[in-house]
C-alpha cells in the first residue's frame, strides 16, 4: 500500500517536474490585456497619440509660422481670414492676420505639457506626502491630513489667481500653482493604499531585515501603488489642462506671445460676434476631443488597474 | 453628534484663520506697495496715505488689525484702486447677482441631474438610458468656458432668440445662459453619480425584499431606493458648489453679468489687492460653511456613521 503510493508520488512528481511550466502573467500585462479589450480607451489612446504627433509634425505642413503675421488678413479676418488651402491658412486667421493652424500647434503643445508636468508635481509630491503620512501613522499621519483638509477647503483657484497675480504671470508660476494645489486628492488615495499595505508580510520582512524606514517607502510601498497611480495621473492630467484653460480664458494665465487652449478659446469666444468662428472651434475642438480621450483613457486604466473593480 | 459638530467647526475656524493670514501674507509678498506708480509721490505725501490707510505700522500689527476686522465686523478695509470705495461697498454690489444666478444653477444641476441620473439607472440598458449616459459623459467635457460661446453663437447669433450679456436686472432671458452654462457640467456629474449609486441600490437585498413583499414600484423607489442612493450626491455637492462658485468668474466675464466675478479679475489685472483679498476671503468663508453644512447633512442622513 505504502510503496504503491510511493510509486506514485514518485511519478506525479515526475510529472510535475517534467511538465512545462506555465508562463505567468504579470500584474501589468494582465492590465495592458484588459486595457486593449477596452474598445473606447483604446480609440482613445490611439486619437490623443495622433494629436500629441500632430502638434509636433503640423509645422512642418504649415505656410505660415505663429509668429508671421498676415497683413492682407489683418483687420479683416471675417472675410480675408476664412480657412482655405489657397491662403495657406488651414484653420483661417484671426483678426491680428495670426495664422491659427500654428496657433493652435503651438496651444496643443503647451496646454498638453501643462497637464504632463502638472500631472507629474502632483503624483511625485502627492505619492511621497501620502505614503510617508500613511506609513509612519500615529500623531504625525494626523497632523499630516489635518493639513491636507485644510488646504482642500480653501477655493484654489482664487488662491491660485492671487498667487499668480502676487508672483507675476508666467508659465513656470503657474506650473508651480497649479501642481502644488493639485497634490491633495493624490496623497490622500496612496494614503489610504499605504495603510492597507503597510501591515503585510513583505512589509514586515523588509523591517525585520533592517531595511531604513524610508527605503522601505520608496522601494516596498511606492512601487505597490504604481496602479492606483497611474489611474489617477491620467484623470489629473485632464483636470491641468481645465484648470490652466480656465486661468488662460479670463487672460490671467499663458501670456502672449505663447498660448494654450483655454487663451485660444478665449480670443475665439471673445470675437465670435464678428463672424469668425472658426477661431473658437479649431482650438475648442482640439480641446474637447483631447479631454474625451484622456477621460476614456482614465476610465479604461482604472477598468484595468483598480483591484476594487475585480 | 455633538462630538461630531464640534469637533466638525473645531476644523472649519482654523482653516478660515489660516486662509486669512495665507492671503494677507500673499498680498504683502507682492513687489512694491500698492502706492507705487509710474510717477513717485512726494515722500511726504506717500507717508501720510500709507498712515491713513495703516500701512507705516509692522506687518503683525497690520496683520492682527486686518484679521481682527475680518472677523468681527465683516471689514474688508478700502479699496487700493477706487479711493472712494470700500471692498465691503464693492461686494455688496456684485454678491447679490452672483448669488442669484449661482442659486439658479445650484437648484438646475440637483433638479435635472438627480430625476435624470434616477431615470436613467430604473430604465437601465434602454434609450432613456444611454441618453442620459451619453449627455452626462458630453457635458464632462464641455465646462462653463467652453458651454457659454457654444451657446451665444447658437441662441444669439443663429437663432436670435436670447441676449448674448448683460443682466438686465435679473429678468428671465438673462439669466438662461449664464444659468445653463454654469451648471451643465455640474448637472452631468450629479446625473452620473445618482445613477451608479441608484443601480447599486437596486440590487441590493432590502430592495428585493421590498418587491417580493409585493410592494408597487412607486413605493420602493420613493421610500426604499432614493434616500440611500442620494448620499453620494450629497458628499459631491461640496465640490460642485466650490465648482460654481469658481465658475461665476467665467460667467460674469463673459456675460458681463456683473458679479463678484467681475470685481475679481478687474482687480486681478490691476492689482487691487485688497478687493482680491475680499473676494477670496469670502468665497473661503462660504467654501467652508457650504461643506461644514454638507457635513452635518450629511451626518443627519447617513444612519451608519456612528461617532
Known amino acids: ?310 | 453628534m455633538l462630538n461630531y459638530v464640534i469637533k466638525r467647526v473645531g476644523i472649519a475656524i482654523p482653516t478660515m484663520l489660516i486662509l486669512i493670514i495665507l492671503s494677507f501674507l500673499l498680498m504683502h509678498a507682492a513687489p512694491g506697495g500698492p502706492f507705487t506708480s509710474d510717477r513717485p509721490l512726494p515722500a511726504q505725501v506717500l507717508a501720510n496715505i500709507e498712515a491713513k490707510y495703516g500701512l507705516d505700522q509692522p506687518l503683525w500689527r497690520q496683520m492682527i488689525n486686518y484679521v481682527w476686522g475680518v472677523v468681527t465686523q465683516f471689514d474688508f478695509g478700502p479699496s487700493f484702486k477706487y479711493k472712494d470705495r470700500t471692498v465691503n461697498e464693492i461686494i455688496a454690489q456684485g454678491f447679490p447677482i452672483t448669488l442669484k444666478y449661482g442659486f439658479l444653477s445650484f437648484i438646475f444641476a440637483i433638479g435635472v441631474g438627480i430625476p435624470l441620473g434616477a431615470i436613467a439607472a430604473i430604465r437601465q440598458n434602454t434609450w432613456i438610458d444611454y441618453l442620459a449616459v451619453g449627455v452626462s459623459i458630453g457635458a464632462q467635457v464641455l465646462p462653463n468656458f467652453v458651454m457659454a460661446p457654444l451657446l451665444v453663437i447658437v441662441f444669439t447669433l443663429w437663432l436670435g432668440w436670447l441676449p448674448g450679456g448683460g443682466w438686465g436686472g435679473g429678468s428671465w432671458e438673462y439669466l438662461i445662459m449664464p444659468v445653463i452654462a454654469l451648471s451643465t457640467s455640474y448637472m452631468a456629474s450629479i446625473a452620473r453619480i445618482t445613477r451608479s449609486s441608484m443601480l447599486e441600490v437596486l440590487n441590493t437585498n432590502y430592495i428585493r425584499t421590498a418587491k417580493a413583499k409585493g410592494l408597487p414600484t412607486k413605493t420602493i423607489l420613493l421610500r426604499h431606493a432614493l434616500k440611500p442612493s442620494l448620499l453620494p450626491v450629497i458628499s459631491y455637492l461640496g465640490p460642485a458648489f466650490v465648482g460654481l462658485i469658481t465658475g461665476s468668474v467665467v460667467i460674469d466675464i463673459y456675460f458681463s453679468t456683473g458679479g463678484m466675478g467681475y470685481f475679481f479679475v478687474n482687480s486681478a489685472m490691476n492689482r487691487d489687492y485688497s478687493v482680491m483679498m475680499g473676494i477670496t476671503i469670502l468665497v473661503g468663508f462660504l467654501t467652508i460653511m457650504f461643506s461644514l453644512v454638507i457635513d452635518l447633512l450629511y451626518a443627519w442622513v447617513d444612519p451608519k456613521i456612528r461617532y
Open chain 1, 1 to 310: 500500500m505504502i510503496v504503491a503510493n510511493k510509486k506514485k508520488i514518485h511519478q506525479m512528481s515526475d510529472n510535475l517536474s517534467e511538465s512545462e511550466f506555465v508562463q505567468g502573467r504579470s500584474l501589468w500585462a494582465d492590465a495592458r490585456r484588459r486595457f486593449m479589450g477596452n474598445k473606447a480607451a483604446t480609440v482613445s489612446l490611439y486619437i490623443l497619440v495622433l494629436i500629441v504627433l500632430f502638434s509636433f509634425i503640423g509645422p512642418w505642413f504649415a505656410v505660415w509660422t505663429n509668429e508671421e503675421i498676415d497683413w492682407g488678413a489683418m483687420g479683416s479676418a471675417a472675410t480675408q481670414g476664412m480657412p482655405s488651402f489657397a491662403t495657406g491658412h488651414f484653420f483661417g486667421t484671426d483678426d491680428l492676420g495670426r495664422d491659427i493652424y500654428s496657433r493652435v500647434i503651438q496651444g496643443t503643445q503647451i496646454s498638453l505639457m501643462i497637464g504632463v508636468i502638472g500631472a507629474a508635481i502632483a503624483v511625485v509630491v502627492g505619492t511621497l506626502y501620502g505614503s510617508i503620512s500613511g506609513y509612519v501613522g500615529g500623531r504625525t499621519d494626523q497632523i499630516m491630513m489635518r493639513i491636507v483638509d485644510i488646504l482642500m477647503a480653501i477655493p484654489f483657484m482664487f488662491v491660485l489667481i492671487l498667487m499668480l497675480v502676487v508672483f507675476g504671470r508666467s508659465i513656470g508660476m503657474l506650473f508651480v500653482g497649479i501642481g502644488l494645489l493639485s497634490w491633495l486628492d493624490m496623497s490622500r488615495i496612496v494614503r489610504g493604499q499605504t495603510l492597507s499595505l503597510k501591515n503585510k508580510e513583505f512589509i514586515e520582512a523588509a523591517q525585520a531585515t533592517g531595511v531604513s524606514d524610508f527605503k522601505i517607502i520608496t522601494r516596498h510601498i511606492v512601487p505597490n501603488l504604481l496602479g492606483v497611480v497611474a489611474v489617477y495621473a491620467t484623470l489629473l492630467v485632464p483636470g491641468m489642462i481645465l484648470a490652466e484653460s480656465f486661468i488662460s480664458f479670463l487672460g490671467l494665465g499663458v501670456q502672449e506671445p505663447n498660448t494654450s487652449w483655454g487663451a485660444l478659446i478665449s480670443e475665439g469666444a471673445g470675437t465670435i460676434r464678428y463672424d469668425t468662428e472658426w477661431q473658437l472651434l479649431f482650438p475648442l475642438a482640439f480641446f474637447v476631443v483631447s479631454l474625451f480621450c484622456f477621460y476614456f483613457i482614465g476610465d479604461g486604466l482604472r477598468d484595468a488597474l483598480d483591484p476594487k473593480d475585480r
